[in-house]
């Protein structure tokens, strides 16, 4: 918000008046505005975001329409509940398990302990913003599965995760996304597998989900070497192509063979759980369930047996997440009925000598 006038002792301060609000827009509007409003919380942010500080309330109210000499343009207002940077608090205004920020508009842990939130809060409550704006759809009855064949599925889906750790690190990241989004031309999945273009084929399969066999189909012979650049990369959207393509898998495989097909894609799952649950601060079971559910669920030989030197390979407290994974999903019995053919001498850990005894596992 541009200052007219102020007390050089910051007694009071003059600003303009609004002519309007992003609340009053007709929705839904064109992705052009969705993408402006964006970019606009992306630069009125960017500096309090690099200081460590929180708006905390993000919504349509909040940001405004300015006429001015200069011409017209929106600014983002109502900075008056901002967390400001760790150990910098001069004011206790938040209370642990009460809700600091605006109902349905604020990110869900801001009712856990809006004090503890980072960035990312506000990078939730910009996509509620942007969703409501290029859908109209309100944000009490959102949801990502709203968003199969819009251009900003992919990025909109990510930005609004009830995980904080999946959205996006920044509001930048999220404007570079959804603009990937609108200027992918290639709506092929081989297309974009062929390019190395991951990214593209995430927001596509979001989009348009029929289109996963055909993705699986043409990943099937994805080099180990891609699958590691990818992750490194984009450790998010790797975890989320995979996770979407074997869930739909342990559905239905529909025309796809099982040697050249499905075993490929099941075992490049198995990799990606290799390198994803290898970090400690990795969390979600997400990616596991997924992978070892449809593993189970066609009953899959190769992919089971790399599956089983996977677990075999886990730190004890991965293996107790392993094992409700494992439960949750149903998989025990048939992963048991594999380990019982594995030679003693390839067995390191308690899970899968647990597994090999047969019975079921008391959790």
Not at 133 to 155: C, E, I, N, Q, R
Not at 171 to 188: H, I, M, Q, W, Y
Request: glycine share 8%; with cysteine; net charge negative.
């Amino acid at each position: 918000m541009p200052v007219v006038l102020a007390d050089p002792e910051f007694g009071w301060y003059l600003m303009p008046r609004a002519t309007a609000t992003l609340a009053d827009v007709d929705v839904p509007a064109p992705l052009e505005l969705g993408l402006e409003i964006l970019g606009v919380m992306a630069a009125a942010l960017r500096e309090p975001h690099a200081r460590g500080e929180v708006h905390r309330d993000l919504k349509p109210a909040n940001i405004l329409r300015l006429e001015t000499p200069a011409g017209n343009g929106w600014v983002v207002s109502d900075f008056g509940i901002v967390r400001n940077a760790a150990g910098a608090t001069t004011a206790q205004i938040t209370r642990a398990g009460s809700l600091l920020g605006t109902e349905w508009w604020a990110a869900p842990e801001q009712h856990r302990d809006a004090h503890d939130v980072t960035p990312r809060a506000d990078v939730y409550s910009a996509g509620l913003i942007v969703a409501w704006l290029v859908t109209g759809v309100d944000p009490w009855d959102f949801a990502p599965s709203s968003l199969a064949g819009h251009a900003f599925a992919g990025p909109l889906a990510r930005a609004t995760s009830p995980r904080p750790n999946y959205r996006f690190s920044n509001l930048d990241e999220f404007v570079d996304a959804c603009k990937a989004a609108v200027s992918a031309t290639a709506d092929d999945p081989r297309k974009m597998i062929t390019d190395g273009r991951f990214e593209d084929l995430g927001n596509h399969l979001v989009r348009h989900p029929e289109d996963v066999l055909d993705a699986a189909r043409e990943m099937a012979p994805v080099l180990f070497s891609e699958i590691d650049a990818l992750y490194e990369r984009s450790p998010d959207i790797a975890v989320d192509l995979f996770t979407r393509v074997c869930e739909t898998i342990g559905e239905d495989i529909g025309d796809l063979s099982f040697q050249l097909h499905v075993d490929p894609v099941l075992i490049r799952g198995v990799r990606l759980c290799r390198l994803h649950y290898s970090i400690d601060r990795t969390e979600g079971t997400e990616l596991a369930e997924s992978v070892l559910g449809a593993i189970s669920g066609i009953g899959q030989f190769a992919p089971a047996d790399q599956a089983l030197d996977w677990l075999d390979s886990l730190p004890a407290r991965r293996q107790e997440e392993m094992r409700f994974v494992l439960h949750r999903v149903n998989a025990w019995d048939f992963f048991s009925g594999m380990a019982q053919g594995r030679f003693a001498s390839r067995r390191k850990s308690q899970l899968v000598t647990e597994l090999a005894r047969g019975g079921r596992s008391t959790t």
